[in-house]
């Protein structure tokens, strides 16, 4: 068992690897968007959804299904998110994407393909674009409230550049649990209350999101829908809904759903925020969200080091929290994962 592993991982580096190498020699390795992405542009369309080869575009009002103009020879999937803008054109009665534009911020999540600790085999998988804040959702009561939730929800989040704010939704069950967030409202997060179900603070939820690109995360069942709902209920100007097959077959469905609740405001809701699955992490993964370990963490004596326990001199990254050079906030919030998920305290 153990050397099958062994074997595996050994064989996804190898292969990672190999395609590196071939990416290199062709000389793609940054120019394989081409042209295609340009940095502004008069008016644009939003994506909504995409399967492989098309994506639906809301653009004036109407959502447009749509394809990459050929000469890029580009697959939909591979270079567009949920979130992206991108230029048009009616061509013969198709719509063609002309152009994306830059990018603000690019939600991604890191999935290890092997099971040794080695950068090669991380692979990215991205969720949405240009996402200007993200509602972490947690309920006062049902499902608990776990603050490493919201630490693991805070290292994506913080890794792809996206501010946050934490809404503790349910508030119309009386609980103690809005004390413990004083940690959040500590490093100046924003943390609002309220119940969907009596229309608490969906106001003050919205200041907060307004003229922006947003999305909800957080567990199963502490209110995302219904939060957007209470939002849509107030100021209803569209809701577009796609429902498709994929290119795969028609036993998978995509299910992504667009919000504009106000001219610039809007919600995207896709399977693949749904699933920003943070119960999955395991301890050696959380190091690729605190990317400014990087630099230090190579040096570190044991290269499955975890920078928790380990001796003070075998770890170059809890020296670089010492110096200064990683800061003592981030470490700190790292550390706590960590130890929440060994179940251990941290010990210097
Ligand atoms: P999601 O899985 O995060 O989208 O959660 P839902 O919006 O589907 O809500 C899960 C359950 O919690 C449903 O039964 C809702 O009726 C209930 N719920 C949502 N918001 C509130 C709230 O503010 N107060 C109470 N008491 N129940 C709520
Ligand atoms: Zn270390």
Redo the contacts with the bound molecule.
């Keep these: 068992m153990a050397h099958q592993k062994a074997y595996d991982s050994f064989k996804t580096k190898k292969s990672v690897e190999k395609k590196k190498r071939a990416k290199e020699k062709s000389g793609k390795v940054n120019s394989d968007l081409g042209d295609f992405v340009i940095d502004d542009a008069p008016s644009f369309g939003t994506v909504i959804a995409v399967r492989y080869g098309d994506a639906y575009v809301l653009y004036d009002n109407e959502v447009l299904i749509a394809s990459i103009r050929p000469d890029l020879n580009m697959v939909c999937n591979k270079v567009l998110f949920p979130g992206d803008r991108v230029t048009i054109q009616i061509e013969n009665g198709k719509t063609i994407i002309q152009n994306r534009l830059a990018r603000k911020t690019l939600l991604s999540r890191v999935k290890r393909d092997g099971t040794r600790l080695d950068d090669s085999v991380g692979l990215t998988k991205n969720i949405a674009a240009n996402i200007d804040i993200a509602v972490i959702?947690v309920a006062a009561k049902e499902p608990p409230l776990h603050e490493r939730f919201i630490d693991r929800y805070l290292m994506i989040l913080q890794s792809s550049n996206i501010d946050a704010i934490v809404c503790l939704?349910?508030c119309?069950?009386a609980t103690d649990e809005s004390k413990r967030l004083d940690i959040y409202r500590e490093i100046g997060l924003s943390v609002i209350e309220?119940?969907?179900?009596?229309g608490i603070g969906i106001t003050q939820l919205k200041d907060c999101i307004k003229n922006k690109q947003a999305i909800f995360v957080?567990n199963?069942?502490?209110?995302?829908?219904?939060l957007i709902n209470a939002i849509m209920e107030q100021d209803e100007i569209k809701t577009s809904s796609v429902s498709g097959k994929t290119h795969k077959g028609c036993h998978t469905t995509t299910a992504s759903k667009y919000y504009i609740w106000d001219e610039n405001s809007s919600i995207i809701d896709t399977p693949g925020i749904r699933s920003l699955d943070i119960s999955s992490f395991s301890p050696i993964e959380i190091q690729d969200y605190f990317p400014e370990f990087d630099d230090w963490k190579r040096l570190c004596k044991f290269n499955d080091c975890l920078h928790f326990n380990e001796p003070y001199e075998a770890c170059f990254v809890k020296q670089g929290v010492q110096s200064n050079m990683i800061s003592r906030k981030r470490y700190d919030s790292y550390a706590r994962i960590i130890g929440d998920m060994l179940n251990k305290p941290y010990t210097e």
């Design positions: 959702v939704n349910k119309d069950m309220t119940s969907a179900k009596e957080g199963s069942g502490v209110g995302k829908s219904s």
